[in-house]
């Protein structure tokens, strides 16, 4: 296959840097923020939640089947229980080379989503939580395409229209206090409806044959750190606009705005919505 080199963009600082310089690693645009240590231990909800969507994609024995964005493996492992030939693949090395850690069985490879190729089809290419980072749909949906044999099926699940708005919101709102225009950062995140998804799978040769949008509160871990902990692994972009020495503040700023909507019983929720689609080659 051919993984495209990445392209070297500004460095992005993250939350952790103001109290720990050595927790951050240099980043780049396509590795931004993961950590897949904190990832596997703070966020694991991520791939635990997205369990449900293997008995949509339900793998055959003897399938070929692509995980796109597989981050630390755990799901690429699960749909390569059932026998079938599963190979995942990531935009970031450092979660590539932690799935590969975990999973060394299997066959993983940094990629790119936009642009990725394979000599041989794939029967079916499952996606969950990541596609809401590419905010070039068309491209991820044309690469899809090529990818899959005729009647091949695609399967994902990412955010959907109206997904983290009120946090979306608040990160706004609190560029703001801190005297930053809100055109400062332009919102990193792809959150389309079933309608506009949908359209645009049709209109690059697909038949889209379900197709869901829920809400789905997601408890976080840690308890009155979980919005911080969120912050630090997701929301860089809105992050690095801030300087390092004003970041806590912003931090703050956002969870005492989402305290009376997204703080309850001793901890934080937020407030995922996902889109669900299943669609076939043509
Ligand atoms: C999501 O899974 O919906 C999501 C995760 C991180 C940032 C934005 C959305």
Redesign the pocket.
């Known amino acids: 296959m051919r993984a495209l080199e990445t392209q070297p963009s500004a460095e992005l600082g993250c939350l952790k840097y103001l109290t720990n310089p050595h927790y951050c690693v240099k980043l780049t645009k396509s590795s931004m923020f993961w950590d897949p240590n904190l990832y596997d231990t703070k966020h694991s909800f991520?791939w635990e939640r997205g369990a449900e969507l293997i008995d949509l994609l339900a793998p055959a024995a003897g399938e070929r089947i692509l995980d796109l964005g597989c981050g630390t493996g755990h799901l690429t492992a699960k749909i390569a229980a059932f026998d079938s030939e599963t190979i995942g693949i990531d935009s970031s090395p450092a979660m590539i080379a932690e799935a590969s850690r975990n999973y060394p069985a299997l066959h993983f490879e940094v990629a790119d989503a936009r642009d990725f190729w394979f000599d041989r089809p794939f029967d079916a290419i499952f996606s969950n939580?990541a596609l809401?980072w590419i905010t070039e749909p068309e491209r991820v949906v044309e690469s899809v395409h090529e990818a899959l044999k005729p009647g091949g099926r695609f399967v994902a699940e990412?955010?959907g229209k109206g997904?983290?708005q009120a946090l979306v919101q608040a990160f706004y709102d609190s560029l703001q206090l801190l005297g930053r225009a809100s055109t400062e950062v332009k919102n990193p995140?792809y959150f389309p409806g079933i309608a506009e998804y949908s359209s645009l799978l049709e209109s690059h040769g697909f038949e889209v044959v379900f197709a869901t949008l829920f809400d789905r509160p997601t408890p976080l871990d840690q308890g009155q750190e979980g919005m911080r902990n969120w912050i630090t692994m997701?929301?860089g972009a809105f992050c690095a606009a801030i300087p390092p020495e004003r970041r806590d503040a912003f931090v703050r700023r956002v969870e005492q705005l989402l305290q009376p909507s997204l703080f309850r019983d001793g901890g934080w929720y937020v407030d995922?919505r996902?889109l669900r689609i299943v669609a076939r080659k043509i």
């Open positions: 991520v939580a809401h990412f955010g997904n983290v995140w997701f929301a995922y996902r």
